[in-house]
């Protein structure tokens, strides 16, 4: 079966910093989303974008859907010690009875 | 509202056991979905359904069974574990949104 490719697989920053992480697929999804994990919790859904070109916020996050519709884009801008936890990215494809693909995740850890 | 909630949250079981977990959302979500997550991975889809009576399998079903009998409840089978089923299970709903997790089950198998 097919999982998304994510990179990095993990980052270790400096609190304030500026975090970039993306995610690709071999297949063209409709809908791209962003989740985080924290520990021993459930993903919690951050950003969905429906529409290839689209840029999307969520407070300090900011999400792309890659003009190929094979890739997205997540940022967090100025991290904070809370932003720490694992980012998976999801793809769907329309008429699949909403049937998510993730991506492996990027853990994210943030040093005061 | 309560949301997703999954019972145990932990258990370990021994070779050949049975078990079911148990998933419930009080959100009138149509969808609900079953999924494992193992160490350093994505979460992979078993199995899933549209509808109360309707279900079908996922990516990585075997070893597994389910039902849906009411909207509110997922249960999710182990008929005879493996070590390979080690992993942390999570149930989800959805309806117009997006995927709404529960908090999960983590499962040992030894």
């Known amino acids: 079966g097919q999982q998304l490719n994510q990179s990095p697989q993990s980052m270790f920053i400096q609190e304030g910093e500026d975090v970039s992480m993306n995610c690709t697929s071999s297949s063209i999804f409709n809908t791209w989303l962003w989740y985080k994990q924290e520990p021993g919790e459930g993903p919690v859904l951050l950003i969905a974008?429906?529409?290839?070109?689209e840029l999307t916020s969520n407070g300090r996050l900011t999400a792309q859907f890659g003009i190929t519709r094979k890739d997205s884009f997540l940022n967090i801008s100025a991290s904070i010690p809370s932003d720490v936890g694992i980012y998976f990215c999801a793809g769907r494809m329309t008429g699949t009875a909403s049937k998510l693909t993730f991506g492996t995740g990027t853990r994210l850890q943030v040093t005061l | 509202n309560a949301g997703v909630t999954q019972t145990p949250k932990f258990r370990i079981l021994k070779i050949g056991q049975s078990m079911t977990l148990q998933c419930t959302q009080d959100?009138?979500?149509?969808?609900m979905y079953w999924y494992r997550q193992d160490p350093g991975m994505g979460l992979k889809l078993i199995y899933y359904s549209v509808g109360a009576g309707i279900t079908d399998k996922g990516e990585v079903p075997n070893g597994y069974n389910v039902s849906r009998s009411t909207t509110e409840d997922f249960p999710l089978r182990l008929e005879l574990a493996a070590p390979s089923q080690t992993s942390v299970y999570f149930c989800a709903s959805k309806e117009q949104g997006e995927q709404y997790f529960g908090p999960g089950t983590r499962l040992t198998v030894t």
């Open positions: 974008l429906y529409k290839a070109g």
């Open positions: 959100m009138n979500h149509n969808y």
